[in-house]
């Protein structure tokens, strides 16, 4: 443990409570309308849809948020995919939930990248780009790892170490439960009815 360098310390324990978290959280609807996590922020980046988008802008439907980048081998692909399994399980309630997709990698994703990239996943996708700072801004609200890593495999020289939980919003703004990596469609779909979803 020691050799633990901080950050890398600051990660492995924030993934011990959040692990707690998730696993000690009971899937009870109406306990869930009083929780909302210490995660999230106002923010102000570029969307994919060629718009400024908000945090306000998401407000009054429950949205999925995640965060990653276009140029990512593995672990987002997987991740958006299995959202994107996830929307189609929940048929026309799928439309209720807002997808977005916030890159921790503004230099090489564009609004126009985030677009094609995410449009083989799901349509409905949004993707949300910046500045560094703009994005350094939304990554601390909420607290996700992003590290810039040297690497030969890409043509540009570089990746992005990132945080892969997926944020579930409600209609408010608010946080109201944190998906590992990992987590199965079928996963996704209870958390959402549980949690932010009308009950029918
Ligand atoms: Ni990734």
């Given amino acids: ?3 633990l360098h901080g ?5 492995l324990v924030a993934g011990l409570v959040l692990g707690g978290l998730v696993s000690a959280a009971p899937v009870v609807a109406q306990e869930a309308k009083q929780v909302a996590l210490p995660f999230g922020g106002p923010f102000d980046l570029q969307g994919s849809n060629g718009k400024r988008v908000t945090d306000k802008d998401l407000r009054g439907k429950p949205a999925l948020v995640l965060f990653g980048f276009t140029h990512c081998p593995d672990v987002c692909p ?3 995919f299995t959202v994107a399994e996830a929307l189609k399980q929940l048929g026309p309630s799928g439309d209720d939930i807002q997808t977005v997709f916030i890159s921790v990698d503004p230099e090489r994703d564009t609004p126009e990248l985030l677009a094609t990239y995410l449009d083989a996943f799901d349509p409905r996708f949004l993707g949300l780009t910046g500045t560094q700072e703009e994005i350094t801004a939304v990554t601390r609200a909420y607290r996700v ?3 810039k890593v040297k690497t030969a495999s890409s043509a540009e020289g570089y990746t992005i170490d990132h945080s892969t939980l997926t944020y579930v919003v ?3 703004g608010n946080v109201a439960s944190l998906i590992p ?3 199965t469609a079928e996963k996704i779909v209870e958390v959402l009815r549980a949690r932010v979803l009308p009950r029918n």
């Avoid at 950050?7 to 990660?11: D, I, K, P, T």
């Fill in 145 to 147: 790892h992003r590290l």
């Fill in 1 to 3: 443990m020691l050799s």
């Fill in 7 to 11: 950050s890398a310390a600051m990660v």
């Fill in 181 to 183: 990596y990992g987590a």
């Fill in 78 to 80: 997987t991740s958006l």
């Fill in 170 to 172: 409600d209609a408010a």
